[in-house]
């Protein structure tokens, strides 16, 4: 074995299961069904972004490090705190109060959350049927809601104090939705009806 095949193998070991995957079947795969010229042109997960609403952290204070301590073993990365932009009184909120939880995933995180919310999680959902194939947003981006925090095996459902949902968006670099669809179920994204 020549120096060269082997820097590329241990590259490969490196490579998150899911991103190799991307490289090796799926660029392949949309270059013929949407008759791509240029690899380059494939449409391509570029970020993840999960958040998490905190309306009742206006009542109770020690929600968001609760709620942030999940968030961050359920990504692996230290949520960003979202605080209102103005006060208003008839919602008793107060500029600069935390209202929220942002984390945006990033190259091998994204690649990592991905195959774990494709293969481990969305089929822990009770009743599970597949999400929802009317998600986009028109410009090639999906979103999912999830209602409970519990399906990450990594949130203990003996420790945590109130079930919370969570929305997911996927942004791709695509500028369709036919063409996100094809990737997200390539991917190995459970669509339903």
């Known amino acids: 074995m020549t120096t060269k095949q082997k820097e590329n193998s241990d590259i490969k070991k490196l490579l998150p299961r899911l991103k190799s995957k991307y490289i090796e079947e799926i660029i392949p795969a949309m270059m013929t069904e949407f008759s791509f010229e240029n690899k380059l042109r494939v449409p391509r997960v570029s970020k993840v972004v999960v958040n998490v609403g905190l309306g009742e952290a206006l009542v109770s204070s020690n929600v968001v490090q609760t709620v ?64 929802s194939s009317k998600s986009f947003d028109g410009n090639g981006n999906y979103s999912l809601g999830l209602q409970e925090q519990v399906i990450f095996p990594e949130i203990d459902y003996n420790e945590i104090d109130k079930l919370r949902g969570m929305q997911i968006n996927i942004v791709t670099t695509s500028n369709s939705d036919e063409e996100t669809k094809k990737l997200l179920e390539l991917l190995g994204m459970p669509f339903g009806n």
């Open 68 to 131: 942030a301590r999940d968030l961050q073993l359920i990504t692996g990365q230290k949520p960003i705190e979202r605080k209102a932009k103005k006060s208003i009184a008839n919602f008793k909120l107060r500029e600069g109060q935390v209202i929220g939880l942002s984390v945006t995933l990033r190259s091998n995180n994204m690649w990592f959350f991905l195959d774990k919310l494709f293969n481990v999680s969305l089929p822990r959902v009770r009743d599970f049927r597949g999400v």
